[in-house]
T-cell receptor
Framework: QQPVQSPQAVILREGEDAVINCSSS?????VHWYRQKHGEAPVFLMILLKGGEQKGHEKISASFNEKKQQSSLYLTASQLSYSGTYFCGTVVFNDYKLSFGAGTTVTVRA | EAEVAQSPRYKITEKSQAVAFWCDPISGHATLYWYRQILGQGPELLVQ????????DSQLPKDRFSAERLKGVDSTLKIQPAELGDSAMYLC???????????????FGPGTRLTVL
């Protein structure tokens, strides 16, 4: 039930945009996004509960397409502080526990 | 700001020894989770507590792992005996929501990095 994230890694210059994708083979109840910096605990970014819903956290937003069981995280005008590993976590109907993807490592360079 | 506390932060042990990790969730959070995170991978749920009761321990290797939350507050995760493959980061998280599916944000502690030699 582990979701699949892509790409595995992305390198950006400050101000550039990036998209991280998360997909599941199961019908999803919700999608959770976390960011983890090296040696630190994962930090919650946002939860998406409804189809087509979009949310934002600073200049980071996400969408959830429940028909395709996919979510995308959008990093807009990236800042150095956006560097880290982004994990999507998915909750499947009738299971209700959070399963994390393998993560996408984002490196933002000056 | 309230935080999830974990100790120790680092633990080095030899295989076949016993180890224990402690977690103190954010005050008032009924739900507590233990995750294992292998380097380069996402966290994997080991056990979920609702107050003092185990809600899900399907991924917990019960022949060597045990977890308890006796008074529904802090929790201990034990491994006995430790094996080389247990080397990982052990993360504790807590949530005020009773079910993950309700959209409850999980607050993670700093983790315990275990190295088994």
């Amino acid at each position: 039930q582990q979701p699949v994230q892509s790409p595995q890694a992305v390198i950006l210059r400050e101000g550039e945009d990036a998209v991280i994708n998360c997909s599941s083979s199961k019908a999803l109840y919700s999608v959770h996004w976390y960011r983890q910096k090296h040696g630190e605990a994962p930090v919650f970014l946002m939860i998406l509960l409804k189809g087509g819903e979009q949310k934002g956290h600073e200049k980071i937003s996400a969408s959830f397409n429940e028909k395709k069981q996919q979510s995308s995280l959008y990093l807009t005008a990236s800042q150095l502080s956006y560097s880290g590993t982004y994990f999507c976590g998915t909750v499947v109907f009738n299971d209700y526990k959070l399963s994390f993807g393998a993560g996408t490592t984002v490196t933002v360079r000056a | 700001e309230a935080e999830v506390a974990q100790s120790p932060r680092y633990k080095i042990t030899e295989k076949s020894q016993a180890v224990a990790f402690w977690c103190d969730p954010i005050s008032g959070h009924a739900t507590l989770y233990w995750y294992r995170q292998i380097l380069g991978q996402g966290p994997e749920l080991l056990v979920q507590f609702q107050d003092e009761s185990v809600v899900d321990d399907s991924q917990l290797p019960k022949d060597r792992f045990s977890a308890e939350r006796l008074k529904g507050v802090d929790s201990t995760l034990k491994i006995q005996p430790a094996e080389l493959g247990d080397s990982a980061m052990y993360l504790c998280a807590s949530s005020s929501r009773r079910l993950t599916g309700q959209g409850g944000e999980q607050f993670f502690g700093p983790g315990t990095r275990l190295t088994v030699l």
